[in-house]
């Protein structure tokens, strides 16, 4: 089995930061994409940001030049600095990773349990 564990959510004020990190582990071979989802009450979960093993990142527009993702490959954990936060980044952030569990199986889609972040005065 596959696990992944965020942490780091919360309550901050408009301009404020809050950094998430999300571990994986358990019966893992590889990792390819890693990635940050969210989801605010009545909205689509969306991408926020993902990440390749190689370090190629891709960002949603509306977090471009605030958010920033990261992976550290040994540690099979991956990270979003959130800086300049607003209220419309208000959602449930969701850790993604995209990996096989043998060297033969095909790669899968994995979820965290998510984490509420929420931004106001």
């Known amino acids: 089995q596959v696990q992944l564990v965020e942490s780091g959510g919360g309550l901050v004020q408009p301009g404020g930061s809050l950094r998430l990190s999300c571990a994986a582990s358990?019966?893992?071979?590889?990792?390819?994409?890693m990635g940050w989802y969210r989801q605010a009450p009545g909205k689509q979960r969306e991408l926020v940001a993902d990440?390749?093993?190689?370090?190629?990142?891709n960002y949603a527009d509306s977090v471009k030049g605030r958010f920033t993702i990261s992976r550290d490959n040994a540690k099979n954990t991956v990270y979003l600095q959130m800086n300049s936060l607003k209220p419309e980044d208000t959602a449930d952030y969701y850790c993604?990773?995209?990996?096989?569990?043998?060297?033969?199986?095909?790669?899968?889609?994995?979820w965290g349990q998510g984490t509420q972040v929420t931004v106001s005065p």
């Open positions: 358990g019966s893992i071979f590889s990792i390819n994409a």
């Open positions: 993604n990773a995209q990996l096989r569990t043998t060297w033969f199986s095909s790669i899968t889609s994995h």
């Open positions: 990440i390749t093993t190689g370090g190629s990142t």
